[in-house]
DNA sequence: CCCGATTTGTTTAATATTCAAGAAGGGGCT
DNA sequence: AGCCCCTTCTTGAATATTAAACAAATCGGG
């Protein structure tokens, strides 16, 4: 019950939210599910993919040589590598994308943006851009954008910490 | 490209993201990919379940008589009719929710939080609370709080218009 | 050089979500 | 009643993600 304000049984009574904290989570909760439904919708239907495999496609164009190892695109997008291989693996089957050997090391592997992919990337980005900014810049002041851009930036770097044990997607 | 600054060869130029507006969008992104990643993992772990089949425990012990129908639960949840089905199926299956027929509509179903179900959710709740504090609240100032509060309150309200042909995850 | 530990990436199976379709009841209308 | 349309919820198949295990290559000492 993440929003409890009342007591429990518990031995060290938690921390519960307070009620402000508790609208805050919920607005940002059903923000983030609504966004990334909306977005996820829009891509599907105007470029035939998800949200997180245009996000792939997005890093790779702007990579050297449209081209990054496997780890660092994981890396880039937050997400696992099993994630993403599965990711390539359908992105490779809709010729957006291909493997390429990695010279140097043996093991790794570059993931390289294709015409097609460039293609389907430059037609899908307006009415992307468009529904990001429908939803999302258009609805808030400066003062706000500014705010919340601190904010996430802040709680993207306490989930990444330096540490060595740290239990990073792309690393797991 | 949504995030492109560059020229392109739409008919009507869109208005791509500003630097600036690119690396808010951008740390929105990460911070909420980390952040339900993280929150999946925590209680995956503590409680056997994802993050949003544990929000839909929490929706069901704040309702009156611990239930409610479907389509509000869908509703409050911000998903699927069918999303919803599926997951009370599977909290169903671990005895932590029954189902049961409304009365005065014969088409209708209550989701009903079972003792077990409060048992699960009274221990997991602690431990998500700190998650959720650690890696959100304890970095944010109080005007971070606020702003961000505001903001993700008109996007979510954006992303819900009262219209009528609305597409809403609920009504699909 | 050799060995154990780590890194890199993939694979399979289990789980979760989306998508399209459909069964069944409700409600308004004639 | 009969008809049509809408709402409610579920189902099965396709897709996506997670979790666990693995092969292969690299790295760092001895």
Redesign the pocket.
């Known amino acids: 019950m993440e929003y409890m304000t009342t007591a429990s049984a518990s031995a060290e009574e938690p921390r519960w939210l307070t009620d402000e904290e508790q609208r805050t989570w919920r607005a940002y909760m059903n923000a983030a599910t609504l966004l990334e ?1 909306h977005l ?2 829009q891509l ?1 239907r105007d470029a035939g ?2 949200h ?2 245009y996000g792939l496609l997005v890093q790779l164009v702007e990579a050297p040589r449209r081209r990054l ?3 660092e695109l994981a890396m880039n997008a937050k ?12 992105l490779e089957k809709n010729g957006w994308v291909r ?1 390429e050997d ?1 010279p140097s ?5 570059f993931a390289v943006l294709t015409d097609a992919g460039y293609e389907v990337l430059s037609k899908a980005a307006p009415g992307h851009v468009d529904a990001v900014r429908q939803a999302f810049f258009d609805r808030l002041t400066p003062e706000q954008h500014k705010a919340l851009g601190e904010a996430m930036r802040i709680i993207a770097e306490g989930l990444q910490p330096k540490d060595a044990g740290a239990d990073l997607p792309w690393l797991r």
């Open positions: 439904d996820d919708r599907q993919m998800p997180v495999y190892r496997m780890t997400i696992t590598r099993s994630r993403l291989s599965h990711a390539i693996a359908r493997r990695c090391d043996k093991r790794g592997q």
